[in-house]
């Protein structure tokens, strides 16, 4: 068998899965890790796309076997393929897009959706599957560079964890205006601490750009 065995790093330290399939009787003990596996991966919208390497390291199956159970788990409800005719105003590229679905009739995402998922690929297959993203890569590339740093700045100084795939839009924003990871990473802590000060909650990277375009205001 011809399994990778170098698991990437991952990025997170759980994997949320449908209450339903844990119900299933009828649900064996690969299809459960393999359903596990892309939970890893998923947004608040249920959409990944690790590349198949990525789950055949984690199984530690062959490339083919883990292709076949996906196929059981679409067959059985569980994932939902995304296909290029969905999106057809979009580039969708050759990477594998899947959406997990935690309930039967989970809605399709939007484009919009399906992008945010790539925050939490393994960093060293975001500039690969990243380039079927449509429009401008290097933006949104930047852009995810952007909301990591802050969620991570977020964390160091508060102690709490918050999803960067859900500040993708001031993300896109702040790297539409060039600003360096750096850059946001420093008024996030700014930002942070001066709402840990006045006992406020916890910052959105909206908060951030607010901050960032009063210390740098457009020439």
Not at 80 to 106: I, P, S, T
Not at 114 to 123: E, G, K, N, S, Y
Not at 139 to 160: D, K, M, R
Request: proline letters at 5%; charged letters at 25%; glycine letters at 6%.
């Amino acid at each position: 068998m011809n399994s990778p065995s170098e698991v990437p790093e991952i990025r997170r330290a759980w994997s949320i899965l449908p209450v339903r399939a844990l119900l299933d009787r009828k649900m064996n003990e690969p299809q459960l890790r393999a359903l596990a596996a892309l939970c890893i991966y998923t947004n608040s919208f249920g959409v990944c796309y690790p590349a198949l390497r990525t789950l055949a390291a984690i199984l530690g199956k062959d490339l083919a076997s883990v292709s076949r159970i996906i196929s059981r788990l679409e067959k059985r409800g569980y994932v939902r393929k995304l296909r290029a005719q969905d999106y057809q105003h979009k580039q969708f590229g050759n990477a594998n897009r899947y959406q997990v679905l935690y309930e039967k009739d989970a809605k399709l995402p939007s484009w919009e959706e399906v992008q945010t998922a790539a925050l939490l690929i393994a960093p060293d297959e975001q500039q690969k599957e990243i380039g079927g993203l449509g429009g401008k890569k290097q933006s949104l590339t930047h852009a995810i560079l952007l909301a990591s740093a802050y969620a991570n700045a977020v964390e160091a100084v508060t102690g709490q964890f918050k999803r960067a795939d859900q500040e993708l839009g001031a993300a896109n924003r702040l790297a539409n205006k060039d600003f360096s990871a750096e850059q946001v990473q420093d008024a996030t802590r700014a930002v942070a601490l001066a709402a840990l000060a006045k006992r406020a909650g916890v910052p959105a990277l909206a908060d951030v750009e607010r901050h960032l375009m009063v210390e740098h205001p457009p020439s």
